[in-house]
């Protein structure tokens, strides 16, 4: 796999995409783009078409970046493509869960240094973190 840097403008958004990015996720991923940078390459098929990254490629758009890294998988069919659209979205939400003890610890040590509420988090999980730390 290669990574190629391509216009944002030249990605396609998958028109039956059943996952939805409200303007809150977006903020939040083009916070985090922001702050660490374009870390996570979309996936695209053969034509470019989005697989996976929808909500990226709308932050990259809210912060008019004009090339982002992706990765072509062209090695998919069209059943798989349209099945790893779907899974790659479901796996993120299922199972795993947050260390409560551990994620008190690093909210604690990153909220003097960084905006969490950039990233990802809201003002009750930072303060949940710091009456417990």
């Known amino acids: 796999m290669k990574i190629e840097h391509l216009a944002t403008a030249s990605l396609i958004p998958y028109a ?7 303007a809150t996720q977006v903020a ?13 390459p979309v996936l695209i098929d053969k034509d470019n ?10 932050a990259a758009q809210s912060l008019a970046l004009e090339k982002i890294p992706c990765i072509r998988l062209g090695h998919l069919t069209d ?22 003890e551990m994620l008190k610890l690093e909210l604690a040590d990153l909220r003097e ?3 969490l509420e950039e990233i990802g988090w809201n003002s009750a999980e930072i303060e949940i973190g710091r009456a417990h730390v």
């Open 28 to 40: 939040k991923l083009a916070g985090s783009i922001r702050e660490f940078g374009f870390n996570n």
């Open 79 to 100: 059943t798989q493509r349209k099945a790893y659209i779907l899974a790659d979205n479901r796996l993120a939400e299922i199972g795993g869960g947050w260390d409560d």
């Open 16 to 22: 039956r995409n059943a996952k939805k990015h409200d």
């Open 113 to 115: 240094n960084l905006n």
């Open 49 to 58: 078409g989005i697989i996976a990254g929808h909500g990226r490629v709308l």
